[in-house]
């Protein structure tokens, strides 16, 4: 049965919290926690520069699957930093669903409007 993206985002967030106790010899994210934060800020920084390395190389191929697999591997490491400080992929959910609808143009223009 397909897998929708709440499911797949819920059942990551559920492990990571189960990991976040768990013993960093028995887990790659217990590792990264028992890292502390500027480990996992430095994975952040490397997936990200991976991200943009795969997209150039993608560029007019055909084929996306090592940028998707980037792609994840970045979205990966971001959920192990919000779990790091107690917040989880729900909390942007909900960020991004209250800019639904906000144009991101109307969004800057008022920010300029309000000093
Ligand atoms: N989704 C992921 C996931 N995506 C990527 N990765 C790991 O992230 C790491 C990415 O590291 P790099 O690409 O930098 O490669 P590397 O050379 O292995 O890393 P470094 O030596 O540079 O640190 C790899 O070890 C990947 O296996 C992940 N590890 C775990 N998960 C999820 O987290 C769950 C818990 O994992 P554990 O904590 O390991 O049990 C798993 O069941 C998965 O659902």
């Known amino acids: 049965m397909a897998r929708t993206m709440n499911d797949v985002l819920q ?4 492990t990571l919290a189960e990991r976040k106790g768990a013993a960093a010899d028995s887990s790659y994210v217990a590792s990264l926690h028992e890292s502390g934060l500027n480990k996992i800020l430095e994975k952040v ?10 997209a150039k190389d993608a560029q ?3 084929t996306n699957d090592a940028l998707v697999g980037e792609v994840a591997d970045l979205w990966f490491h971001c ?8 917040l989880s992929a729900a909390d942007v959910l909900s960020c ?16 300029a409007t309000n000093g």
């Open 60 to 62: 007019g191929t055909g």
């Open 45 to 54: 920084g490397e997936e990200a520069t991976e991200v943009i390395l795969a």
């Open 11 to 14: 059942q990551l967030t559920a």
């Open 79 to 86: 959920m192990v930093l919000l779990s790091h400080l107690d």
């Open 96 to 111: 991004l669903a209250k800019r639904q609808g906000i144009s991101g143009l109307d969004e800057k223009a008022s920010r």
